[in-house]
């Protein structure tokens, strides 16, 4: 049924009645008047240029079901796994055995241990009281032994001056686990808590929304107590480096995360948009973009399993020695995969791809924001040359010859 005032569509045995939304509609009144459209089923014209989620949106405005007739799409639920081939790892996936996914830990009894230790940490693993990472300086970012942030011992602890670039959550944290230098030159690793000193002004960057909370943070003459000192005792370089392993541990498995999403939105919007009368999936460049997108990650998946499976097996001291550098050389690999990654989702989004509302919003959003991971934890050139100097320093110490 279609005229001015009533203009009923079915979108997958769903009648809607879009009379009081027609003059609301962002694509115009005129599309949905259109005699393929207005009193048919334009379940497909339809679902060429909208996401699911707007029928959800929208269901008050449904009217009834085709008498005989079941709604056929599914969308996705929040929360569940994804039926779509390789959006999910192959130990997620139905049908797949894995080498190490064997046994489930219970991780609130881990946490639980940990909770009982210490009252930073409960504050923090709980959620009650955020904390942050303070590393990075105007001053020093990748040489991280220029950094210039002063603590000075006191008899009752420590006096911390200085200053700290794009911290993420500083806007919001409670706690401050700072790097700083002593009077010996030496790094301490200090937990600074919020409070008289402690300022914080947020910093807009690309990738962080208001959410993200990165901010530049002062310390002026901030007393903090000598038990908040980590490691005491301990080199601090090494434990920020030590540290680093599992960043860029956690940066890689979200990265990896990202290009599977990205590749999920690819195989569905390839198969949704027709052009030339075609689906996109039909032209073999598009299938060639997928293959080398599922090829990327599946890498990068597998580097990381392998990873994790010895950072669970070795000692701190092995895992120094043989797995810095390994570490640093996937982060690399994923980050650049996830740049080849965006740029081959925007080709096949168009002009969506760049628009950061609608069908390719999150391509938009990945492709403007996911240099973060490129940069944060360790610059690409910086880890690559990371790797392959361990590598030249264990190779120099073995005697090997051509
Ligand atoms: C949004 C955001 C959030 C962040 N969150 C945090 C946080 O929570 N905590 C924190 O401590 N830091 C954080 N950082 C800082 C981040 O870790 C640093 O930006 C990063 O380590 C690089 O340091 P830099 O920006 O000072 O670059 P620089 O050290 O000035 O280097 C600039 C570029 O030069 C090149 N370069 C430098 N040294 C070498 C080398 N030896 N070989 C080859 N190339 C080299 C690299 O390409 C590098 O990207 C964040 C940064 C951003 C943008």
Known sequence: MANQDTQWIIIDSRVFDLSSFASLHPGGQAVLLDPEIAGQDATERFFELHRSEVLHRYARLQIGIIEGEEPQIKSHVPGALSAVPYAEPTWLSPGYHSPYYKEVFHLSSILQNLLCENKIVEDALSGKKPICLAVTEAFAGSDVQGLRCKATRTKEGWIVNGTKKWITNAMWAHYFVVACKAESGEIVILVVERGEGVQTKPIRTAYSSSSAGTAFVTFDSVRVPPENQLGAGHP???????????????????????????????????TQRKVFGKPLSSQPVIRQKLAAMISRVESCQSWIENITFQMCTMSAKEQARHLAGQMSLLKMHATRASQATAADAVQIFGGRGITQTGMGRFIEHYHRTLLIDAVGGGAEDVLADLGIRQAIRIFSSSSIVI
């Open 236 to 270: 601090g370089l090494n434990i920020i480096l030590a540290n680093f392993n599992h960043e860029r541990w956690v940066l890689t498995a979200a990265t990896i995360g990202g290009q599977r999403l990205i590749f999920e939105e690819c195989l569905k919007w390839a």
